[in-house]
């Protein structure tokens, strides 16, 4: 009895609170976010490399340069959970190391791109006209480098190659493709009738964009740069397998898969494994959140 | 005088034509709307008909300022709404509100409807203090038939009249005096379209507001309407009073509009004056010289190349009317 009164009452709290509570869309998905375990295994994931990144002694002590070349190639032991690599560096110590350039070119190439892309993309479709015709051409002129050979003649133009370079050069190369998708997004979003409705009760140019045409234009671009997460972790381990991108004694996935694959086939396959596991894990993480996050933000699937 | 609250004069919006990319030139301009002159008073339903593509809701988006005019003034309370700019347009646009025709395209998404009602006391921040907007959201929920307690709920989770209604209440937060409604029922089942209308007409008599209804079912302009004006290719081709234009029309394109209603009574189809007209509307980028409806008219002669006519009162017709050769026809009701 007392305890369907006390479910009485708090079904009632809650209607109230369902009331007061302010509900817009990012609280609304952030809600929606939480309950969805994939969402909250991908963050979990995600959370785990960037702290690898960011404090990677808080993950081991021991020094990855720090290679007694007797322990060359030694197999995972209780000393060397992950073995040692074929100059007799510690391979656990190397993996979690190498998480930053990858986490940082991954992450900030794509802000990066994200950033321009949605700028100029959303200018281009919301002004159209000669913004428009100027914007679409430039980023025409982008589209036609390809992206590796663009990369690669970027990069052996600059003196020094750095995670910073890396991450310039695919910026730089990067943004065209996502502008022209959040420009037609734009587009097929600015003429829609909820749009005008705003527009004719006096919102300014911002809150159209912002309030109304961001929010339904977003999903495309939000797919898009999950993907490209993945894809510059990989593109940085191409660059660096090409020797134009980091270079040893740097420590990257990209370094480490470049030169594990050469021994697998002579039985040390650890040396692959490790980190292209670690490297698919975090893309994985990536791709599986973004998709998480563009459902969470449609209120018709919730 | 003082009891009207619009008026539009020699209104005129013509779309550029043009050709070339980088060098663009005009070619030529679609005259969408080609001098139309309206007065609306307080309290007051104008009910603006015509067939699709006659420049109906271009006239709507030219009214409340989606679209700016051509040339020819648009005063509301004696102001220019066609000259205005900046804040000067935001203060005068809460006097004027949109009903827009799909309620499934006229709501945003993925705002929640409290955000919907309440985004035009965003835009307006001096109408209600920060504290009151939300207590203001559910009585204009209220007011329109909905429970204030779905204020947190996405437009996806209601039916089409139920959006429609939302749309409403969004058109009266700013408790504008005029409503255009541009075809505010057409996408909505018959049962709904009635609770719709019936909406409407009591939020005219409890609030005062003036009405522009736009659509193309003369029925339902029929029922709202105290003055009813026919548009044909961007002009008013007949105006008057309702019991005018359905009981005694004078313009043929009235006549041929009205003749198409169907009628209820299955015994008497057929014995109804029906006028079948030939031919397609002209297009508007090319209309004809002198009358526009002369192309698909029974009774043009050679004046009606020559001279448009204007929208007067004339000798066939007691209220204005385009047409040289102005005289009743009864086309509504069945003759035996």
Redesign the interface.
């Given at each position: 009895m007392t305890e369907q009164v006390e479910s009485v009452i708090s079904a009632d709290r809650s209607?109230q609170a369902?009331?007061e509570?302010s509900?817009?869309?990012w609280a609304?998905a952030w809600r929606d976010l939480r309950r969805r375990p994939v969402a909250i295994a991908s963050a979990v994931v995600i959370v785990l490399v960037s702290s690898m990144a960011a404090f990677p002694w808080l993950w081991t002590r021991t020094d990855p340069r720090d290679c007694p070349i007797q322990l060359s190639k030694a197999t995972p032991s209780a000393a060397h959970i992950f073995g040692t690599n074929e100059l007799g560096c510690d391979y656990y110590a190397m993996t979690i190391y190498g998480a930053r350039a990858s986490i940082i070119v991954a992450l900030v190439s794509t802000s990066l791109v994200l950033l321009v892309g949605a700028l100029v993309g959303m200018a281009a479709g919301f002004y159209g006209g000669w913004v428009d015709?100027v914007l679409s051409r430039l980023a025409d002129i982008f589209f036609a480098l390809p992206f590796l050979l663009g990369a690669l003649v970027f990069l052996s133009m600059l003196r020094s190659h750095s995670v910073w370079t890396i991450v310039l050069a695919f910026a730089v190369l990067g943004w065209p493709p996502l502008a022209r998708i959040v420009r037609a997004s734009v587009l097929a979003t600015k003429n829609?009738?909820?749009v005008?409705?705003?527009?004719?009760?006096?919102?300014?140019d911002r809150?159209l964009l912002f309030?109304?045409i961001l929010?339904?234009a977003a999903a495309p671009a939000i797919v898009v740069a999950t993907i490209l997460l993945g894809t510059y972790v990989a593109s940085e381990a191409t660059l660096s397998y090409l020797g134009i991108g980091l270079q040893p004694p740097e420590i990257s996935w990209g370094i480490m898969i470049a030169q594990g694959q050469s021994y697998v086939t002579s039985g040390y396959p650890h040396l692959l494994l490790f980190p292209a596991a670690f490297l698919s894990a975090t893309v994985l993480a990536f791709i599986l959140l973004g998709d998480a996050l563009r459902d969470a933000?449609?209120?018709?699937l919730r | 005088m003082s009891d009207v609250v619009l008026e539009v004069r020699d209104l005129t919006k013509h779309f550029p034509l043009t050709k070339g990319i980088v060098f663009k030139r005009q070619v030529g301009a679609v005259r969408a709307v080609d001098g139309v002159n309206l007065t609306l008073r307080r309290g007051e339903t104008l009910g603006v008909v015509g067939e699709s593509g006659c420049g109906k809701s271009t006239l709507a988006k030219l009214i409340i300022g989606l679209e700016k005019p051509t040339s020819g003034e648009i005063l509301v309370q004696g102001q220019n709404l066609a000259r205005m700019r900046g804040s000067a347009l935001r203060r005068a646009r809460r006097n004027i509100q949109l009903v827009m025709q799909d309620p499934y395209t006229s709501l945003n998404p993925r705002m929640t409807v409290g955000d919907i009602v309440g985004e035009p006391f965003q835009i307006h921040p001096e109408v209600a203090p920060r504290s009151d907007r939300r207590r203001r959201v559910g009585e204009l929920l209220e007011l329109v038939g909905l429970s204030p307690d779905h204020i947190n709920r996405y437009p996806h989770q209601f039916s089409g009249g139920q959006r429609q209604r939302i749309g409403i209440a969004r058109a009266l937060a700013l408790r504008p005096e005029i409503i255009v409604c541009d075809e505010p029922v057409s996408a909505l089942d018959l049962s709904i379209q009635a609770q719709v209308i019936n909406l409407l007409e009591r939020l005219q008599e409890e609030l005062g507001l003036s009405y522009i209804f736009i659509a193309h079912d003369l029925s339902v302009v029929r029922h709202i309407s105290d003055r009813v004006a026919v548009m044909y290719l961007g002009k008013i081709i007949e105006t008057g009073v309702d019991t005018e234009i359905y009981d005694h029309p004078t313009h043929p394109y009235a006549q041929a509009l009205l003749s198409a209603v169907p009628v209820p009574d299955p015994t008497l189809r057929g014995l109804r004056d029906q006028i079948i007209l030939e031919g397609d509307v002209p297009s508007p980028a090319n209309p004809p010289s002198g009358c526009r409806f002369r192309t698909r008219c029974w009774k043009a002669r050679e004046v009606c190349v020559e001279q448009e006519p204007a929208l007067v009162e004339r000798e066939g017709s007691a209220h204005p009317s385009a047409c040289h050769f102005a005289e009743e026809r009864d086309v509504v009701h069945a003759t035996d």
């Open positions: 209607a369902g009331i509570r509900a817009s869309l609304d015709s829609m009738d909820y005008q409705a705003a527009r004719s009760l006096g919102a300014s809150r309030r109304h929010p339904n933000l449609d209120p018709k | -």
